[in-house]
């Protein structure tokens, strides 16, 4: 027995010495191919270093496999962050195409008007947002031939206010298309209605003058008004302001032949020539435009009859119309109109003062009533009590019928009238004596 338990030792000591001299020599080959793929050489049996770097090739995937055989298969990690950088981009580009689609369409449908609830809105643009600048003219074929002078608005206040109208979303959006289409020249100043389903391109066309869009207020002005209390009711009816009606009368260059011999500078040089009537303005209109108005009425109220009879008078029309102004202030009825203007030109030609109390309360308008005693010794040029000769303007704006009256005055011998107080009308006086005794009669308190 024990015998064969030694046998059995010896074996496994014998295998296990196999074992060693196996691994040593695979140790000792695995140097061998080292060396032999390094320096190129043959190698010990005679072999071309191609040879023994094939051999060592496969003798390292042998190894390696047999290593492979026993690990999972795993994608590297460079491979899974590509995949991922790659989904991320995808997304990326996805949401801002959507991004952008949904800005285009936003943008699309202010600038045309889309899906917009219908309504209406007031917009105004005050003269004052408007300034003038210098433009290139060109011809047919894009050629520049000069430069003039235009009108251009603030379109930051337009955007502004029809933004606040609810007429458009996107400022930036708007003033991209203004600056394109050159729109601040387009637009005039006034009061708009402008509707909801305008777009872009329409709410430009409809806040001009005479695209049907402007608000328009009538104004009756009684004839007998002052220039002041004209521009006054101008700007109670919003039609422009005040101050800037007063400006444009004074500077703007009106070309009308009547005005020519009219220095510019002073607002009064245009008293009597706003022809009262009943017009329709532009709200928010211009001041010069507003003026105009008054005096292309005038203009084609003066007819070539009247053009003769003032010719034939020798007398300028700016004086007729001081004449007609004093008439308007006057005279209680249509026939009393020409007796009154035979009453001045007989005092004119005789040297007298007119004695027209009505001139002096030109120079205080917000007085009511006959002129005090005090208003009646004053030292003003527009004291016709104490002055000979016409005053320095009109003292209102006369209708028609008193200019017709100043041109073709009635041919009496009437130096004087006063006021019938039982009747409300004048009566016409030859001389002192019986004035005076008709004032007598009267009590004017």
């Known amino acids: 027995m024990p015998d064969e338990l030694e046998k059995i030792n010896d074996i496994f000591r014998l295998h296990e010495e196999i074992e060693r001299t196996a691994a040593q020599k695979k140790i000792e080959e695995s140097a061998l191919h080292a060396a032999v793929g390094k320096t190129g050489v043959q190698n010990a049996a005679g072999k071309t270093s191609k040879t023994a770097a094939v051999e060592q090739d496969e003798y390292d995937d042998e190894d390696e496999l047999t290593e492979r055989d026993y690990r999972p298969v795993r994608r590297g990690r460079e491979y899974r962050s590509g995949c991922l950088g790659g989904v991320m981009y995808f997304v990326f580009i996805i949401c801002v195409s959507i991004i952008l689609a949904c800005v285009a369409w936003m943008s699309a449908a202010d600038a045309l008007a889309l899906n917009k609830d219908l309504f209406t809105a007031e917009v105004t643009l005050p003269a004052n947002i408007f300034t003038t600048k210098t433009v290139e003219t060109m011809d047919e074929d894009g050629t520049v031939t000069g430069t003039k002078r235009v009108s251009s608005a603030d379109i930051d206040y337009v955007a502004d206010e029809l933004k606040s109208a609810g007429l458009i979303q996107y400022k930036w959006l708007f003033k991209l298309f203004c600056k394109v289409s050159h729109a601040d020249t387009k637009l005039d100043p006034g009061e708009y209605e402008l509707k909801s389903s305008y777009d872009y391109r329409a709410l430009i066309g409809k806040m001009q003058k005479d695209s049907g869009a402007a608000a328009t207020v009538t104004v009756t002005i009684p004839e007998g008004f002052t220039m002041s209390q004209i521009f006054y009711r101008l700007e109670e009816n919003g039609v422009c302001s005040y101050d800037d009606l007063m ?199």
């Open 247 to 445: 400006a444009s009368a004074a500077e703007e260059n009106y070309d009308y032949s009547f005005l020519r011999n009219v220095e510019a500078g002073d607002a009064l040089r245009l008293e009597g020539f706003l022809f009262p009537d009943t017009y329709e303005f532009y709200k928010s209109m211009s001041a010069a435009s507003a003026v105009n108005k008054f005096l292309q009425n005038f203009y084609g109220k003066m007819s070539a009859d009247m053009e003769k009879q003032l010719s034939d008078r020798g007398m300028s029309l700016r004086d007729v119309l001081k004449v007609a102004s004093l008439i308007e202030r006057e005279a209680a009825n249509d026939e009393e109109r020409p007796l009154i203007a035979s009453v001045i030109y007989n005092r004119l030609r005789s040297g007298w003062t007119l004695g027209l109390e009505s001139s002096i309360l030109y120079v205080h308008q917000d007085h009511e009533g006959a002129p005090s005693a005090d208003m009646l010794s004053e030292d003003s040029p527009y004291n016709l009590m104490i002055n000979t000769g016409l005053p320095p303007t009109p003292i209102c704006n006369p209708g028609i019928a008193s200019i017709n009256a100043a041109l073709v005055p009635a041919d009496t011998n009437y130096y004087f009238f006063t006021l019938d107080t039982a009747t409300g009308t004048h009566r016409f006086f030859t001389t002192i004596d019986e004035f005076n005794a008709f004032v007598a009669t009267q009590n004017y308190g």
